[in-house]
């Protein structure tokens, strides 16, 4: 990676400012926590990583870099129905391509399941939780509501002896699924519903991903989450805002087990337009076949946009762009599309590709000759060079290229207009061929010899500058062009009665099977990410054969973001 000679160590090392770096940097000043920043990132095994995941590992990640600390993956595995050793390895992988560093901190809830256990005996002893005899429907009927007060289980008075004895017996599996519950004695008149005698342990005859048929009784998350926090001596437990009915609740565990307290603290969920961030409807997605799997790469997974050929550093940009609030709402997709445009323009070598091919002759040019035209391969950054385009007789442009009846605007190729190839030469349509439908087939051309490299020696301008390819050379590729999942802004509203993939948006995928590249890219290794000129910014995907590249458009080269920015400036 190149270093910035001109920035200040202290500012390049500085993360965006936000309340929670406030919170961190009062607590350093303070010495809260000796100085230490310990973050954690906590999935949950049921499902890929999305975007929305990768604003948690920004933030978490980012914060333990920033100020030398440590950030530690942990499964939240307490779910044993839903969890699948699938979703663990997309998981990791996907972390670390996001540039998490973990470290040898990669750590499971469900290794915490026997302290759990003794933690809950010790608050069985304490007097502060009961077996309850409930069903769950009866549970959620004496919890009451917002506005009713909930009821007290007739169980909640038993011993502490006879407690313990079914707490025991729960767990030897003496019992079936649903028939007890284990619950913290708390409040069943208290304002926050979280607080009314929770559900500590439930009864789950089920096969576990890492401890397998050894337990059957399983924590809830609540349960779970601070006393893992605790036990890894997390400083900040950072986590989304509908966490926040639930800080009395992690707070009030740590304290009556009287162990290690991490301050809680919740910030705003990313939403975007056209998308949905929520792993149940991706997974129903994938499921039911709408996408071609969790790495289709219209999905806003990670293991999907990794595919699109959206870079690391693009989404890291983004997610510190949008940063951190007390309140939620919803990011333009343009504003992510905007920080992958702003980095593959750093990154990407720029190639000729003709999507849609229309033939050109140019009737003056020699025929069997080829020339060598000279390309620039990223303006952008001069060390990448420059290549070799071949140049011959017949070429293909694009259909959009070409008018035979231009309206005022359109400067491209017509019917005796000049126009320059890029790094080629200058030419002039002068006749068009047709087929029996009246379709332009093929347009014949002249050419200035003394254009070559796309000046004229007198000066004279054109209007326009199109790319090109020798028909000879080009080679053949797919092309798969996309366009957003869902055809509304806000595809979590769905009509009463209907399905949220009402809102999928049908032309969400175009694919251009014979689309013309330059023969230089021939061998392009999956995941190579070009600018095709004046089309977008492509990438190889893993459907590549030997025998034919596929390429992913990862985003056009229009920046709607660029332009509302632009008109907001302008505003006075
Ligand atoms: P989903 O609703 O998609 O299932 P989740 O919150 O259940 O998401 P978890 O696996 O529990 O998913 O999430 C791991 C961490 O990522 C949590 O700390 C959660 O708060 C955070 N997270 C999940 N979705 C978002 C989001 N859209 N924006 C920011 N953080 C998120
Ligand atoms: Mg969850």
């Given at each position: 990676m190149a270093i910035d000679q001109t920035s200040e160590p202290k500012a390049a090392a500085a993360g965006p400012s936000h309340f929670i770096r406030e919170i961190i940097l009062e607590d350093l000043k303070t010495n809260k926590w000796g100085g230490r920043?310990?973050?954690?990132?906590?999935?949950?095994?049921?499902?890929?990583?999305?975007?929305?995941?990768?604003?948690?590992?920004?933030?978490?990640?980012?914060?333990a870099q920033e100020f030398g600390g440590l950030c530690n993956l942990r499964f939240d595995d307490t779910n044993p129905s839903k969890e699948?050793?699938?979703?663990?390895?997309?998981?990791?992988?996907?972390?670390?391509w996001l540039g998490g560093d973990f470290g040898d901190r990669l750590f499971y809830a469900s290794d915490y399941f026997q302290q759990l256990y003794e933690w809950a005996v010790q608050l069985i002893k304490a007097g502060k939780a009961y077996v309850c005899d409930l069903t769950a429907e009866q549970v959620r009927e004496y919890r009451g509501t917002l506005t009713d007060p909930g009821r007290e289980s007739p169980w909640r008075n038993r011993s502490i002896e006879e407690n313990l004895d079914l707490f025991e017996r729960m767990k030897k599996g003496e019992f079936p699924d649903g028939a007890r519950t284990l619950r913290a004695k708390i409040d069943m008149a208290s304002r926050n519903l979280n607080l009314r005698d929770p559900v500590?342990?439930?009864?789950?005859?089920?096969?576990?991903?890492?401890?397998?048929?050894?337990?059957?009784?399983?924590?809830?998350?609540?349960?779970?989450?601070?006393?893992?926090?605790s036990i890894e001596r997390i400083t900040h437990s950072i986590c989304t805002l509908e966490f926040e009915d639930h800080r009395p609740l992690y707070d009030w565990y740590l304290e009556q087990l009287g162990i290690y307290h991490p301050q809680q603290i919740e910030f705003d969920r990313l939403n975007l337009t056209y998308t949905l961030l929520s792993k149940r409807r991706l997974l129903t997605l994938v499921k039911e076949g709408y996408v071609s799997g969790w790495d289709d790469p219209r999905m806003p997974t990670i293991t999907g946009i990794r595919r699109r050929g959206y870079t690391p550093e693009?989404?890291?940009?983004?997610?510190?762009?949008?940063?951190?609030?007390?309140?939620?709402?919803?990011?333009?997709?343009?504003?992510?599309?905007h920080h992958v445009r702003e980095d593959l323009n750093k990154r990407a070598l720029r190639v000729m590709a003709v999507l849609r091919p229309?033939?050109?002759?140019?009737?003056?040019?020699?025929?069997?000759?080829?020339?060598?035209?000279?390309?620039?391969?990223?303006p952008e950054d001069a060390s990448a060079g420059t290549r070799k385009v071949p140049f011959s007789r017949v070429l293909y442009i694009?259909?959009?290229?070409?008018?035979?009846?231009?309206?005022?605007?359109?400067?491209?190729?017509?019917?005796?207009?000049?126009?320059r190839l890029r790094y080629g030469y200058f030419i002039t349509a002068q006749s068009v061929v047709k087929d029996a439908s009246g379709q332009v087939v093929e347009v014949h051309c002249t050419y200035d010899p003394a254009t070559r490299g796309g000046n004229a020696p007198d000066g004279r301008k054109v209007k326009s500058t199109i790319h090109w390819l020798s028909a000879a050379h080009a080679m053949e590729a797919e092309v798969r062009l996309y366009d957003n999942l869902f055809a509304v802004p806000n595809p979590?509203?769905?009509?009463?009665?209907?399905?949220f993939t009402v809102n999928l948006n049908p032309k969400s995928l175009e694919v251009v099977p014979n689309a013309k590249l330059e023969p230089g890219l021939r061998g392009a290794a999956v995941a190579s990410r070009y600018q095709?000129?004046?089309?977008?910014?492509?990438?190889?995907?893993?459907?590549s054969t030997s025998g034919k590249l596929v390429f992913n458009r990862t985003v056009g080269l229009r920046d709607t973001w660029a332009k509302i920015e632009k008109a907001q400036q302008a505003k006075p």
């Open positions: 920043v310990h973050t954690r990132f906590p999935p949950e095994p049921n499902g890929y990583l999305h975007i929305g995941h990768a604003k948690s590992i920004s933030i978490n990640f980012g914060l699948e050793t699938e979703y663990v390895d997309s998981i990791i992988e996907d972390v670390r500590m342990y439930r009864i789950l005859h089920a096969d576990h991903h890492r401890t397998g048929d050894k337990w059957c009784i399983y924590p809830m998350y609540d349960f779970t989450h601070g006393e893992s926090d693009a989404i890291r940009n983004f997610c510190r762009a949008i940063g951190v609030s007390k309140t939620n709402g919803t990011i333009e997709l343009s504003l992510l599309e229309l033939r050109v002759v140019i009737d003056n040019y020699p025929e069997g000759q080829t020339e060598e035209m000279e390309a620039t391969n990223n694009e259909q959009d290229d070409f008018r035979e009846d231009p309206p005022k605007q359109y400067f491209r190729l017509s019917p005796g207009r000049e126009v979590g509203d769905v009509p009463e009665g209907q399905e095709f000129e004046r089309l977008g910014y492509f990438c190889v995907d893993k459907d």
